[in-house]
């Protein structure tokens, strides 16, 4: 999931800087594009790896969150047996 994002945004920047470039325009507004292009694909970036974190965050506590309702499991049955052999 992670290379294919990186994949799709490095393809979209590559075009956008691509098409600003060979876009018949003053220098001047030239740059003034790039800056904006630039801006834009920071913050999508930023959007992304802020949904990427998020979503990395859920997992790692739906995992602690199993973990811990394995070990209670695990406790109950050592308990039971004890208890059965005593």
């Given at each position: 999931?992670?290379?294919?994002?990186?994949?799709?945004?490095?393809?979209?920047?590559?075009?956008?800087?691509?098409?600003?470039?060979?876009?018949?325009?003053?220098?001047?507004?030239?740059?003034?594009?790039?800056?904006?292009?630039?801006?834009?694909a920071?913050?999508?970036?930023?959007?992304?790896?802020?949904?990427?974190?998020?979503?990395?965050?859920?997992?790692?506590?739906?995992?602690?969150?199993?973990?811990?309702?394995?070990?209670?499991?695990?406790?109950?049955?050592?308990?039971?047996?004890?208890?059965?052999?005593?």
């Amino acid at each position: 999931m992670k290379s294919s994002v990186l994949g799709v945004l490095a393809g979209v920047a590559t075009g956008v800087v691509l098409g600003v470039l060979f876009a018949p325009d003053k220098g001047s507004k030239t740059r003034k594009k790039i800056k904006n292009k630039t801006i834009e694909a920071k913050e999508s970036l930023k959007e992304e790896l802020d949904n990427f974190l998020d979503t990395l965050s859920k997992k790692y506590d739906s995992i602690v969150n199993n973990g811990e309702e394995i070990l209670e499991e695990g406790k109950d049955k050592i308990k039971n047996t004890v208890n059965s052999e005593l």
